[in-house]
T-cell receptor, first 116, second 110 residues
Framework: GAVVSQHPSRVICKSGTSVKIECRSL??????MFWYRQFPKQSLMLMAT?????????EQGVEKDKFLINHASLTLSTLTVTSAHPEDSSFYIC????????????FGPGTRLTVT | EDQVTQSPEALRLQEGESSSLNCSYT??????LFWYRQDPGKGPEFLFT???AGEEKEKERLKATLTKKESFLHITAPKPEDSATYLC???????????FGPGTSLSVIP
């Protein structure tokens, strides 16, 4: 099956610092990757859609200068949370859409970010 | 407005007690209805994609069905290891974003 990895799985950082989360599709190419945020006992909220080689499209209410997304290749997208604050603490999940498997979307295991 | 809702919010079953989870959608021009399973602290695990009304797919104790307005995830003789949150999601076009429902938290008691 299609595998998507995320790194790191957990990160704790101090308020004001920046954190980078990597999302990789391991056995397939993904022209489109998505970044979601999930609060406890809530569903996934789409933050942005990134297409390889172009700028990400952000959902309404998501600050593009705070959540920097780079989709440098067909297998890698990164999310950088800049100047993190405690309210940015959340579970961040990426997904990748396979171009050769009926456009199905596969999710990574998630990254737990805690800002102290 | 495109929307996906799920019911019930939470479901508690005895082991072996079959039931169904509901997903209702108002998405014009549906191009894919997805079911995922999510365990606590983990990313969603893909289960099924349904594309047209009348379509059914099965995997072990799970069967997903689709009508023009809703989808059902039937769980036959569930086991404790089926306990998880089940997410439903809909997509308008092959290149559009996926809209998630709020999920149903399933607990299967031994």
């Amino acid at each position: 099956g299609a595998v998507v990895s995320q790194h790191p799985s957990r990160v704790i950082c101090k308020s004001g610092t920046s954190v980078k989360i990597e999302c990789r599709s391991l056995d397939f190419q993904a022209t489109t990757m998505f970044w979601y945020r999930q609060f406890p006992k809530q569903s996934l909220m789409l933050m942005a859609t990134s297409n390889e080689g172009s700028k990400a499209t952000y959902e309404q209410g998501v600050e593009k200068d705070k959540f920097l997304i780079n989709h440098a290749s067909l297998t890698l997208s990164t999310l950088t949370v800049t100047s993190a604050h405690p309210e940015d603490s959340s579970f961040y999940i990426c997904s990748a859409k396979s171009i050769d498997r009926s456009h199905e979307q596969y999710f990574g295991p998630g990254t737990r970010l805690t800002v102290t | 407005e495109d929307q996906v809702t799920q019911s019930p919010e939470a479901l508690r079953l005895q082991e072996g007690e079959s039931s169904s989870l509901n997903c209702s959608y108002t998405v014009s021009g549906l191009r894919g209805l997805f079911w995922y399973r999510q365990d606590p602290g983990k990313g969603p695990e893909f289960l099924f994609t349904l594309y047209s009304a009348g379509e059914e797919k099965e995997k072990e104790r799970l069967k997903a069905t689709l009508t023009k307005k809703e989808s059902f995830l039937h769980i036959t003789a569930p086991k404790p290891e089926d306990s998880a949150t089940y997410l439903c999601a809909a997509r308008k076009t092959s290149y559009d974003k996926v809209i998630f429902g709020p999920g149903t938290s399933l607990s299967v008691i031994p």
